[in-house]
């Protein structure tokens, strides 16, 4: 843990923020730290996702319980996780940090909240599907320990996740289902 982080009170977190599960009070600001995230696709050959509408406030509110936030100095989020057990692991829905606060460890430290809930409740593996050629998406997760699956060893629901990516124009040649081992 680094002197940053102890000042934040959480393990990982940067300071001046907080990494906390989400609140009720949080949800409808996350819609705008997605469409802020979203702005680091305009520069790339993806800028359409960048037009993408985000997720639903009623989509984040089913996922409290396994939903994290980055919140700074004035407890307001700048960026979010959230997950579910799915197949006897925990698959990450989706990680989007606002643009002015990217590149300072809050992916990161999302990252660790939930592999620390997964172990706390017993999973062995948390997963995620991604760009594999994006470098803040597949090679940064696989700087963080996880490891492309090939298709033959996805379970089901990854197969699906992927497919369903498909349906809403990503090409499935640059996707990739990624898993961390738990130690």
């Not at 800028?47 to 980055?70: I, N, Y």
């Not at 197949?87 to 606002?98: C, K, L, N």
């Not at 992916?107 to 660790?112: D, F, K």
Request: net charge neutral; proline share 8%; hydrophobic share 45%.
């Amino acid at each position: 843990m680094t002197d940053r982080s102890r000042r934040t009170g959480e393990p990982g977190a940067p300071a001046p923020y907080r990494i906390r599960p989400t609140q009720a009070a949080d949800l409808a600001r996350l819609p705008d730290v997605e469409r802020s995230a979203g702005e680091r696709f305009r520069a790339s050959d993806l800028a359409w996702v960048a037009g993408e509408p985000p997720a639903l406030v009623e989509s984040h509110a089913r996922h409290l319980g396994w939903h994290w936030v980055a919140a700074d100095a004035d407890d307001v989020p700048v960026a979010f996780l959230f997950a579910r057990p799915c197949g006897g692991m925990v698959h990450i829905g989706e990680i989007s940090v606002a643009l002015p606060h990217q590149g300072r460890g809050l992916g990161r430290a999302l990252i660790a909240a939930v592999c620390a809930e997964a172990r706390r409740q017993g999973f062995a593996k948390v997963t995620l599907t991604t760009y594999r050629d994006i470098a803040w998406n597949g090679p940064y997760y696989a700087s963080l320990g996880f490891r492309e699956m090939a298709p033959e060893e996805q379970p089901p629901f990854l197969r699906e996740q992927l497919a369903e990516e498909a349906r809403h124009g990503h090409d499935p040649a640059r996707r990739a289902a990624m898993v961390l081992a738990l130690a």
